[in-house]
């Protein structure tokens, strides 16, 4: 007989006593409480997520913003300091919940007179207006010159401009302008050049000089005499070689204008031929003063009107020149329109081509409107100013600039004469009107 395993029910039901009555329903009612317990809690989280995702602006809806009092334009999703005024900025919303982003950028700028983007027109108190120390400026109407300043460069003259060419195929055989940037005169040797073809008609004068007593040699000389013009001999080289009845090996070259040597394009022994320019010479005795202008202002520009040129390092040589052409083309990248004057050009202090400086054109008087500097807020998406409107009233208007008039700043746009605008505490006034604009963009959110 094999021995019985201990572990078996036979073997454990001998003398072991029988379990409780009642524990297999407490053990299958535990299992329902789990159940149970499980359910809710599936139910819980499918609520929750189903409210989420429902909820305005989707789970960023429970993130605390923060925004700066005096700035209410700075918002961050962390707490600390207004990068403008450096205060702590604190959570939006008395019960710190989360408020709509703000607005996005307006795609065009307001219109002059318009209400600027972001402000809004407030009322202050007597006391109010005392405690910050506003002030207000009356809207003044004063005539001004109408100035124009714009950059230029200086421009060698294209009329002052000549090249050196030879007339036949020949040999240099002597250079008497052998380098660059030196000036020369009208009519300078600047190099010797042997040409056969020239030689040749040389001879021919030479031949016809001899028989110059008969009326048809006479005309064969003339006609050799125009030959070696033609190729480029001096008047007194021809006239040499009449007399002496004898060619010259080479001929001179000489400088078409005077001028400095700009180019240089031959050195000794050179091949040259009729189509390469062997020197270029530019006449810097006067100069062009290019300025740059805006298209809004070229129209004001004609043929005659007078601007002031001073390069930009030596501003006490400045000049005064009128216009000698405006350009019928325009820059499609920068949309300016070159404006040409021409300069006398000193030599004790010469103004050299490539000099940057500025060119003012001063137009006639016109009245504008001014007010102080002070007065006026520019936050790079508007410029605006606070009309004074009696009663503790203050209304953001948007303006154009004008002209800067020293202490004064004038108004193209926007604004009358005789009005009144903050020019004291204007800061402080623009950080009330954000604030109430911020305040009731929130409100109205809300509704």
């Given at each position: 007989?094999?021995?019985?395993?201990?572990h078996?029910?036979?073997?454990?039901?001998?003398?072991a006593?029988?379990?409780?009555?009642g524990?297999?329903?407490?053990a299958?009612?535990?299992?329902?409480?789990?159940a149970?317990?499980?359910?809710?809690?599936?139910?819980?989280?499918?609520?929750?997520?189903?409210?989420?995702?429902?909820?305005?602006?989707g789970?960023?809806?429970?993130?605390?913003?923060?925004?700066?009092?005096?700035h209410?334009?700075?918002?961050r999703?962390?707490?600390?300091?207004c990068?403008?005024?450096?205060?702590?900025?604190?959570?939006?919303g008395?019960?710190?919940?989360?408020?709509?982003?703000?607005?996005?950028?307006?795609?065009?700028?307001?219109?002059?007179?318009?209400?600027?983007?972001?402000?809004?027109?407030?009322?202050?108190?007597?006391?109010?207006?005392?405690?910050?120390?506003?002030?207000?400026?009356?809207?003044?109407?004063?005539?001004?010159?109408?100035?124009?300043?714009?950059?230029?460069?200086?421009?060698?003259a294209e009329r002052?401009a000549?090249e050196?060419?030879?007339?036949?195929?020949?040999?240099?055989?002597k250079?008497?302008?052998?380098?660059?940037?030196?000036?020369?005169?009208?009519?300078?040797?600047l190099?010797?050049?042997?040409?056969?073809?020239?030689?040749?008609?040389?001879?021919?004068?030479a031949?016809?000089?001899?028989?110059?007593?008969?009326?048809?040699?006479?005309?064969?000389?003339?006609?050799?005499?125009?030959?070696?013009?033609?190729?480029?001999m001096?008047p007194?080289?021809?006239d040499a070689?009449?007399?002496?009845?004898?060619?010259?090996?080479?001929?001179?070259i000489h400088?078409?204008a005077?001028?400095y040597?700009?180019?240089?394009?031959?050195?000794l022994?050179?091949y040259?031929v009729p189509?390469?320019?062997l020197?270029?010479?530019?006449?810097?005795?006067?100069?062009?003063?290019?300025?740059?202008?805006?298209?809004?202002?070229?129209?004001?520009?004609?043929?005659g009107?007078?601007?002031?040129?001073a390069?930009?390092?030596r501003?006490?040589?400045?000049?005064?020149?009128?216009?000698?052409?405006?350009?019928?083309?325009?820059?499609?990248e920068?949309?300016?329109?070159?404006?040409?004057?021409?300069?006398?050009?000193?030599?004790a202090?010469?103004?050299?081509?490539?000099?940057?400086?500025?060119?003012e054109f001063?137009?006639?008087?016109?009245?504008?409107?001014?007010?102080?500097?002070?007065?006026?807020?520019?936050?790079?998406l508007?410029?605006?100013?606070f009309?004074?409107?009696?009663?503790?009233?203050?209304s953001p208007?948007?303006?154009?600039?004008?002209?800067?008039?020293?202490?004064?700043?004038?108004?193209?746009a926007?604004?009358?004469?005789?009005?009144?605008?903050?020019?004291?505490?204007?800061?402080l006034?623009?950080?009330?009107?954000r604030?109430?604009?911020?305040?009731?963009?929130?409100?109205?959110?809300?509704?």
């Open positions: 007989m094999q021995p019985r395993d201990p078996s029910p036979e073997v454990m039901s001998e003398g006593e029988p379990p409780p009555p524990v297999k329903w407490m299958a009612l535990r299992w329902a409480f789990l149970i317990a499980a359910g809710v809690a599936l139910f819980a989280w499918g609520t929750y997520v189903g409210e989420r995702r429902h909820a305005p602006g789970s960023s809806a429970a993130t605390v913003l923060y925004h700066c009092p005096m209410p334009q700075i918002i999703t962390e707490p600390g300091e990068p403008i005024c450096h205060m702590r900025l604190e959570p939006i008395a019960d710190h919940a989360a408020v709509p982003t703000p607005p996005a950028r307006p795609a065009t700028p307001p219109s002059p007179g318009e209400t600027p983007p972001g402000t809004t027109p407030i009322v202050l108190s007597l006391d109010r207006v005392q405690a910050i120390g506003v002030r207000t400026a009356l809207v003044e109407e004063a005539e001004a010159d109408d100035k124009l300043r714009v950059t230029a460069v200086v421009e060698p002052g000549a050196v060419h030879v007339r036949s195929p020949g040999f240099v055989e250079i008497m302008v052998d380098q660059t940037g030196i000036a020369v005169a009208p009519g300078q040797p190099f010797a050049l042997y040409s056969p073809e020239i030689l040749q008609a040389q001879g021919e004068l031949v016809a000089a001899t028989w110059a007593a008969n009326d048809e040699r006479a005309s064969t000389a003339e006609a050799a005499r125009r030959k070696l013009e033609l190729l480029g001096s007194e080289e021809i070689v009449a007399r002496s009845k004898q060619p010259i090996r080479t001929i001179t400088a078409p005077g001028g040597v700009v180019k240089k394009n031959v050195v022994g050179s040259v189509d390469t320019a020197y270029e010479i530019q006449d810097l005795s006067r100069v062009y003063v290019v300025a740059d202008v805006f298209q809004r202002d070229v129209a004001d520009l004609h043929k009107d007078t601007g002031t040129f390069p930009t390092l501003p006490d040589a400045a000049v005064q020149a009128r216009v000698d052409l405006v350009y019928p083309t325009l820059n499609a920068a949309r300016t329109t070159r404006v040409r004057m021409v300069v006398a050009n000193p030599k202090a010469p103004f050299r081509p490539g000099d940057y400086g500025t060119v001063v137009g006639r008087r016109r009245k504008l409107l001014s007010v102080p500097k002070d007065a006026v807020i520019d936050t790079g508007s410029t605006y100013v009309i004074a409107e009696g009663e503790g009233k203050f208007v948007d303006v154009v600039l004008g002209p800067d008039l020293g202490q004064r700043v004038s108004i193209a926007g604004i009358r004469a005789g009005q009144q605008v903050v020019s004291g505490a204007t800061f006034v623009d950080s009330e009107s604030l109430q604009a911020a305040a009731a963009a929130r409100s109205g959110t809300r509704k």
